[in-house]
């Protein structure tokens, strides 16, 4: 054991003097020692918080929109919208009026994107008509800058997802207010629909009343009717009212005639009367017979006294018939005309009347009304035991009703920005390079002659311990930059682990690249180059190895760099559940196999010790 430590250390010695005898390649050692700590510093700070800084981001605003009258008010979606965007300064916005012009700024780099609000945004988004009626344009070019065109892809999904919650917490503040409306609406209604029963209650009594009264007016109608019918059919006609005229007529001449008759009669009497007193006065001379001739002329004149006084009386009853005829004359006219007016007025009622169906109808049309005005009260009572009490009132707010659900993350392992999600790659990656470098710095397939028989191992392990030296600096290096230089700050950081995770990365990269120079030469530097590419493509540092090809997934697991991000990314984030244990011994096992592979794989190119000299000639 004493020997193998021994010579392993004066091989060691080998090297260590050349960096003695050297100030060249003390330099050379320094300068690699920097090299993977600037190649990171130049890599990490330029995308340390790249997320930070999309302010200094050009990007075109181009707003059309012409606004809407909705409900009485004016909306413009666009303006607010635009003045949203320009107060949070998510982005370096530029005001362009133009479509063309953003879409030509866009198409020769001078602006990362450009959001488009058309004219008619407002009159689409606002009602919301059509699922997704309202259109906003972003204008991008991925070839010019695929990050660039990422950050408008990711924004257009953010900007929707912002424009439909403001739309809709309008729409639920209108909701909300309308339900508060509702809710006096219903009240109202309930009250009117109290006096609306009530209402309905007495058109039902009053109905039903109506119906019986209609059933007994159609009947007395009918009666009416059949009355009517009868008188209609008992009046004399006209020709029957004729003959009344002319027997009138006829009664009035022969009044008339015997007035002149009598007056004849009592003229004559009056001269009766004269002759039987002159026939009585001469009779009394004549002999004989003259006292009883004057007798009976007397007895003839007192009869004829009698007879004028009788045709006198006579005379004067006549006067009184003719008075009474012409008053029986006037009566008899107007009679006959009443009877004809009567007969007409009749006639008149007897067609006005209506006719059995129509009493019929009338008397159904009463029934009809009644069942209606029962069967409105009975609905009226439906809907006053449907209506609810009060409108169920919506809680929340609008915005809250408007954006309700919310991912809530929870993250397991935090990192402060994309720099530092960047950095377990980007460091992996350096120190490969600063261990590529390292390796080809010292002549590791070189052994000075004095050396050849130590035992293989040894001489191994005593070629690696100087570039082992120099990839320890170079990770002690890097990590100053990245916690001093970048301020790296994680709330899982442990420096101690990250430091000593650098450490054993660099050795396993030595150990490998070693293994590769012993077993393939010179042609080791192309195997190196390839083999770093691999593993940037299936080492899971950029994207997910599951997004990656069948090839990638299959040896991901069977490669350093692999293990190497894994461990760095559990030190530096508490990734893996802090599993960092389990990636040093995936990374400590690949670097002892690939030393025990050099040990006992390959020749070494012996020469004497004075013709010994590192890999690189000053």
């Known amino acids: 054991m004493f020997i193998f430590i021994s010579r392993t250390l004066q091989i060691a010695g080998a090297d260590v003097g050349l960096l003695r005898c050297s100030g060249m390649l003390r330099l050379a050692v320094l300068a690699v020692a920097l090299v993977p700590a600037i190649y990171a510093l130049i890599y990490l700070s330029s995308v340390w918080d790249s997320n930070a800084k999309t302010g200094v981001l050009p990007v075109a605003l181009v707003n059309l929109d012409e606004g809407i009258r909705y409900q009485g008010q004016v909306v413009n979606i666009g ?16 005001h362009v009026t133009d479509v063309d012009v953003a879409r030509n700024a866009v198409a020769t780099g001078r602006l990362a994107f450009a959001v488009i609000i058309p004219r008619d945004f407002s009159e689409q988004a606002v009602p919301g008509a059509v699922a997704g009626g309202g259109k906003i344009r972003v204008i991008l070019s991925e070839g010019n800058n695929y990050s660039s065109a990422g950050f408008a892809r990711r924004f257009a999904a953010e900007l929707s997802h912002q424009v439909n919650k403001t739309l809709s917490e309008k729409r639920w503040g209108m909701v909300l207010s309308t339900a508060d409306g509702s809710q006096n609406s219903l009240i109202q209604l309930k009250v009117a629909v109290a ?38 059919a008992r009046l004399p006609a006209e020709d029957d009212l004729k003959p009344l ?21 009592h ?5 009766l009367a004269d002759g039987a007193r002159e026939m009585q006065v001469q009779s009394e001379g004549v002999p004989f017979f003259g006292s009883k ?23 004067g009853a006549n006067d009184q018939l003719t008075q009474g005829t012409a008053q029986l004359d006037a009566g008899v006219t107007r009679l006959t005309d009443g009877v004809r007016a009567l007969g007409g007025g009749v006639r008149t009622m007897a067609m006005r009347l209506p006719a059995d169906e129509q009493l019929d109808a009338f008397s159904a049309g009463g029934k009809t009304l009644s069942d209606g005005a029962t069967r409105l009260l009975d609905g009226i009572r439906q809907l006053d035991a449907v209506l609810p009490p009060a409108v169920g009132k919506q809680r929340g707010s609008a915005l809250g009703l408007a954006d309700s659900v919310e991912p809530e993350l929870e993250n397991l392992a935090p990192v402060p920005n994309s720099g530092s999600a960047f950095a377990p790659n980007m460091l992996a990656v350096a120190l490969w390079i600063g261990a590529v470098m390292s390796a080809y710095l010292f002549n590791m397939n070189l052994m000075p002659a004095s050396l050849a028989g130590a035992p293989r191992l040894a001489q191994t392990v005593g070629k690696f311990i100087v570039p082992a030296m120099v990839t320890l600096l170079q990770a002690s290096l890097v990590f100053l930059m990245l916690v001093f230089g970048l301020g790296l700050q994680t709330p899982h950081l442990h420096l101690i682990n990250l430091l000593l995770t650098m450490a054993v990365a660099s050795w396993a990269f030595l150990a490998m690249l070693f293994a590769m120079l012993r077993v393939f030469g010179e042609a080791s530097k192309l195997l190196a180059v390839l083999l770093l590419t691999l593993q940037l493509a299936a080492g899971g540092g950029v994207i997910p190895v599951e997004l ?10 069977w490669l350093p760099l692999t293990w190497v991000v894994k461990a760095f ?34 020749r070494w190119k012996v020469v004497p010790d004075a013709e010994y000299r590192s890999g690189t000639e000053f």
């Open 293 to 315: 001739l004057s007798k009976g002329a007397g007895a003839l004149t007192a009869g004829a006294i009698q007879l004028g006084d009788g045709l006198g009386r006579a005379r």
């Open 569 to 602: 990314r559990a030190s530096m984030f508490g990734a893996y559940d802090h599993g960092w244990a389990d990636a040093w011994g995936a990374v400590i096992l690949a670097g002892g196999v690939a030393l025990l592979l050099a040990a006992l794989i390959g």
């Open 548 to 557: 990656s090809g069948g090839l990638f997934q299959t040896v991901h697991d």
């Open 245 to 265: 005229n002319s027997g009138l007529q006829q009664l009035a001449a022969g009044q008339r005639e015997l007035g002149r008759g009598l007056e004849l009669l």
């Open 79 to 94: 303006v607010e919208l635009s003045d949203a965007l320009l107060a949070k300064g998510i982005f370096g916005w530029r």
């Open 195 to 232: 006096q609306l029963r009530v209402g309905a209650k007495t058109l039902a009594d009053g109905a039903v009343q109506y119906s019986a009264a209609a059933t007994a007016l159609s009947g007395g109608f009918r009666q009416v009717a059949s009355g009517v019918r009868v008188m209609e």
């Open 267 to 271: 003229t004559g009497s009056a001269r």
